[in-house]
């Protein structure tokens, strides 16, 4: 039935052959259990209120323009803190969600030594983990006046408590139907014997 959904023992390290995996894995549970979730009422008013939280992140983020100093960062002055082997922080479960929300998830890396989900103008996915939201360098931290710095921090923390309960829940509900074995869900590229 799940035929990719398995113990990872000895994980590649090629950060692109772990990313294709987990994407695999994900796409698999998606398929086999979206209806199961999309007609749990809690699960959806969760997703709601997680996209709502996203939706108002990335404007706040792009009012205050730190997504263009990223750019300028990254793109043109060619350094960045999204290099190849952080997208290892996506996990299964982070990606599930993605397709939850109907958002699409890159296949194939786009930009040599990047991260995965980095095209030319940003990131590629709508829900990320952690460290990709609270990434406020001191490149940053210099442009925004602490009055902003506040406002910004307090709109992510929103969005990430929720990001926490969500893929919380998603994983406790798989737990309960397909048995505790599920460590996959939150791996982010370690292994363990």
């Not at 796409?27 to 939280?53: G, P, Q, T």
């Not at 939706?55 to 999204?82: H, R």
Request: with cysteine; aromatic share 12%.
């Amino acid at each position: 039935m799940l035929k990719n959904l398995k113990l990872i023992k000895k994980l590649d390290p090629d950060p692109t052959a772990l990313m294709k995996e987990k994407i695999k894995v994900a796409e698999e549970l998606f398929e086999h259990w979206n209806d199961y979730f999309y007609k749990d009422s809690k699960f959806l008013k969760l997703l709601k209120r997680y996209e709502n939280a996203v939706l108002l992140s990335n404007q706040m983020m792009s009012n205050l323009e730190t997504f263009n100093e990223c750019y300028i960062c990254s793109v043109i002055d060619k350094k960045g803190c999204c290099k190849a082997g952080i997208e290892a922080e996506v996990t299964v479960n982070i990606l599930l969600l993605n397709l939850f929300l109907k958002k699409d998830v890159p296949k194939e890396r786009e930009i040599p030594l990047k991260c995965f989900f980095v095209g030319p103008i940003g990131c590629k996915i709508f829900a990320r983990p952690f460290i990709c939201r609270d990434y406020f360098c001191r490149r940053l931290l210099n442009k925004l006046t602490q009055e902003k710095y506040a406002l910004v921090t307090q709109v992510l923390n929103e969005e990430l408590t929720l990001l926490y309960e969500i893929t919380r829940y998603i994983r406790k509900q798989l737990e309960f139907l397909l048995g505790e074995f599920l460590l996959e869900l939150d791996i982010v590229g370690y292994c363990w014997e």
